[in-house]
């Protein structure tokens, strides 16, 4: 796999992210000097990363050299990460949605996400198991990490997303459609109608739709 595959493992993580916000909701190469001021990052061993992933030594081998590839310094920064996303999007405004989706990456919170929480990631995303997937998403959505997702969060959630699809998005945007989807999303989640929707809430209703678990299929043979 080279960069190109690996682009493509981050294109699938973005869909089933934009798929699962809107059923919710109802209605190359990147600039070296960016890389380079990372510090060089070595990953841990290949062998602990297969005993805590679910990808052969040889699919992380194939990862790595893809990743280096895209970052040289073993590390990337959120610019960087950017840059990298807004080429899946090139028809609207991706920076908001990849803040969000960097963030969730950066599980250590240190500003640059290594190859280890990159391919966690990953692993979570494509291999992982279907509570495992919605629990990942659940902390994407809930951006203050209150282990709640309220309706502030949520709209921010849809406005980076119809930002992102740009010109494509559908239906088109208007003033009240990103309040539409938040509505929906809180009909269908919040089952107690406390304002909030919790990660037990959440993985509930999205087990419940079909169609939700349709899309998380798409991952099963990506790799």
């Known amino acids: 796999m080279v960069c190109q595959e690996k682009k ?3 294109r699938f993580c973005c869909g089933v992210v934009i798929a699962m916000s809107f059923l919710s909701g109802g209605p190359d190469k990147i600039d070296d000097e960016l890389e380079m001021t990372m510090v060089c990052h070595r990953p841990e061993g290949l062998e602990q990363l297969e005993a805590q992933t679910n990808f052969t030594k040889r699919e992380l081998q194939i990862l790595y050299r893809g990743f280096k590839n895209e970052c040289p ?3 990337v920064n959120e610019e960087t990460f950017k840059h990298i996303y807004a080429q899946f999007f090139p028809h609207g405004d991706a920076s908001t949605y990849a803040h969000y989706l960097f963030n969730a990456f950066d599980t250590t919170s240190n500003g640059s996400i ?3 929480e990159f391919v966690m990631g990953l692993s979570t995303l494509l291999r992982g198991t279907v509570r495992e997937k919605l629990e990942w998403t ?3 959505y809930d951006i203050n990490n209150d282990g709640y997702i309220n309706r502030e969060e949520m709209t921010e959630i849809v406005r980076a997303i119809y930002d992102m699809m740009g010109k ?3 239906p088109a945007i208007k003033g009240d ?3 539409q989807h938040v509505d929906a999303f809180f009909q269908k989640m ?3 109608k406390d304002g909030v929707v919790t990660l037990e809430e959440f993985i509930v209703a999205c087990q419940e739709d079909e169609m939700m678990m349709r899309s998380m299929q798409l ?3 990506v790799m």
Do not use: M, R
Request: charged content about 25%; glycine content about 4%; some cysteine.
């Open 168 to 170: 494509y998005t559908y």
């Open 219 to 221: 991952f099963e043979n």
């Open 73 to 75: 310094s073993g590390a």
């Open 114 to 116: 290594k190859f280890e």
């Open 138 to 140: 659940f902390h994407l």
């Open 190 to 192: 919040d089952k107690n």
């Open 177 to 179: 459609v990103p309040k």
């Open 8 to 10: 493509l493992c981050l």
